[in-house]
């Protein structure tokens, strides 16, 4: 039933919505760096999944 699946969904989804962008700004504190006096671009390449597209950025 319709209605059902939907109220699943929402108890999948919820959560990650109210969690992510806490988890995000935390995540970053380690994935982001301030220096990059020492970084190479190696490769740029673009990327598309869909309809969305991307950028993917190497550095050596």
Do not use: H
């Not at 504190?29 to 020492?38: G, K």
């Amino acid at each position: 039933d319709f209605l059902s699946r939907f109220a699943r969904a929402l108890i999948l989804v919820l959560p990650a919505l109210v969690v992510g962008p806490g988890v995000g700004i935390y995540l970053q504190r380690y994935t982001t760096l301030a220096d990059v006096t020492d970084r190479w671009v190696k490769d740029v390449r673009p990327l598309e999944l869909g309809g969305l597209r991307a950028t993917r950025v190497s550095f050596e």
